[in-house]
Structures are given as structure tokens and as C-alpha cells.
């Protein structure tokens, strides 16, 4: 199981995010989720050890197949890709 | 994995000659600087860590030769730029963007998934038998053409690295 960094807030569901370190919408999308207030947990896949990394793509693969980031996955269901801000504050107020 | 932490003048210096390499070659930087200049630290981060400035916004593989497309100015920065106004991390941006006449929306990828990327090759977009004097080199990047024995060391467009070239002819 691939460890994430738990941040505290409204509960909206399960609210969970693939960001990369170094990535500018991922950090937008971070950022919003940080003003909304919302409980969240997020990964930085390109900290993680090489066979976490393996493992955190295919989980990403399997809400978006481009493998692509920030993928913001609502209760393992509902798949924002990219920084689409309005549908997240949709999606999460 | 440890990133060594960059510092400021180290970052400013990076900024600079990113954004006189785009004014030379025609292009614009995201007049955001504190965003742009994020992403020139991303870029730097990944020097460090990989040997090579991948594209902050995608995962890298560590492999030069798996990740060559999505080096930057990677592959997709022309056509996303002729098509959103931006480069996939909206590091570059179309003029009518820097003017604010446009805003820079989300960009969807353009590097096919893992399952069918193919491993850049020097003949991947050479075609049938064509008899040519001497074979014809294309950069992946800009477009450059140029009939020798291999592609340069750098391209003299685009300045990026030899082995972004293809086989055209």
C-alpha cells in the first residue's frame, strides 16, 4: 500500500490525490484543496521508491489511463484529471 | 529520494537562460513568474535527480532513452502550443496568452499511455526505400532538417540534444 500524507478538514467523501513534486497544476490542485478545507489524502509519486512507483502508476492507470497528473480520485470513483478547477469545487462543496 | 535543495541565485540563473532560449527561438514563458520559475525549479529537480531536465508535470522513468520525448522542450510543446496556447506544464504559452487576451486552461496529455509508447527510435518516422545522397536527420522538437552523416550534436534551432533527432530520409 502506497503511503499518503493525510490532511484533516470537511468530510467530503474520500478524497484522494497523485500529484508529482515538481508539477505546477498539481500543486494548484493542491493548493485548492488546502482553501476548500476539505479532508484529503495526496501522494508525491515521484518521491517514492522505485517499486512504490510501480505500484502508485497502476493505481493511477486504473482511474486514468494516460497515467497523467494531478489525478484527483473522489470516492474511488468520481476521476478529475488536470487542474479543472471549477469541477473540483463543484465536486467537493 | 533526496532532491538537494536549489538555491535562489542558482534558480534566477536557470530562469534567465530559459526565458532568453525561448525569446531567441520565438517563444514565450508564462508571464506568471512564480509559476514558471516553479517549474524551472521542477526542471533543475530533475536534472539533479535524473541526469536530464525532464518535464516537471510527467512522471520520468530515469531512462534517457525511455523518457527522450518528455524531455524539454519535449516533443508535444509545438503541437499543444498551436493547440491550447500552452505546453503541456504551461511553462511556454502562445503570444496571444502573454498578452492576456487568452487564459491557459487545463491541457490534456498528449504522450500516449505507458502501454503504447514505443521506445523513440532513430528510424521511427523513416519510410519505404528512398535513395538519397546522404540520410536525412529530423529534430523531434522543432522540425529541423538537415542532410549528413548523423544529426548534430545540438540542434541549431532549438538547441536541444543529438539524440532527440530521427531518421526522416
Known amino acids: ?93 | 529520494m533526496n532532491d538537494s535543495v536549489i538555491g535562489k541565485e542558482e534558480l534566477l540563473k536557470r530562469y534567465e537562460e530559459v526565458a532568453r532560449d525561448a525569446v531567441q527561438g520565438g517563444y514565450f514563458l508564462n508571464p506568471d513568474t512564480d509559476f514558471t520559475k516553479n517549474l524551472v525549479r521542477g526542471l533543475m529537480v530533475n536534472e539533479q535527480r535524473y541526469g536530464y531536465p525532464a518535464c516537471p508535470c510527467r512522471i520520468a522513468s530515469g531512462k534517457r532513452e525511455q523518457d527522450l520525448d518528455i524531455i524539454c522542450p519535449c516533443d508535444y510543446r509545438d503541437p499543444d502550443l498551436e493547440e491550447f496556447g500552452a505546453c503541456y506544464c504551461a511553462l511556454y504559452v502562445s503570444g496571444e496568452i502573454t498578452k492576456g487576451e487568452k487564459t491557459v486552461g487545463p491541457i490534456p496529455e498528449r504522450r500516449p499511455p505507458r502501454s503504447m509508447r514505443k521506445s523513440v527510435s532513430k528510424e521511427s518516422s523513416a519510410k519505404g526505400p528512398l535513395t538519397v545522397p546522404l540520410p536525412v536527420w529530423r529534430c523531434r522538437v522543432c522540425g529541423y532538417l538537415c542532410a549528413r552523416e548523423s544529426p548534430p550534436l545540438v540542434c541549431p534551432i532549438c538547441k536541444v540534444a543529438q539524440d532527440r533527432f530521427e531518421r526522416f530520409l
Open chain 1, 1 to 93: 500500500m502506497i503511503e499518503m500524507t493525510h490532511i484533516d478538514g470537511e468530510d467530503k467523501g474520500k478524497v484522494v490525490l497523485f500529484a508529482l513534486s515538481t508539477c505546477g497544476w498539481c500543486a494548484k490542485t493542491k493548493e485548492l484543496l488546502a482553501d476548500l478545507g476539505v479532508e484529503h489524502s495526496y501522494v508525491y509519486v515521484d518521491l517514492l521508491e522505485p517499486d512504490e512507483i510501480e505500484e502508485a502508476l497502476t493505481e493511477v492507470e486504473r482511474y486514468n489511463p494516460s497515467g497523467s497528473f494531478p489525478t484527483l480520485v473522489i470516492n474511488d470513483s468520481r476521476v478529475i484529471i488536470g487542474f479543472r478547477e471549477q469541477e473540483i469545487r463543484e465536486a467537493l462543496t
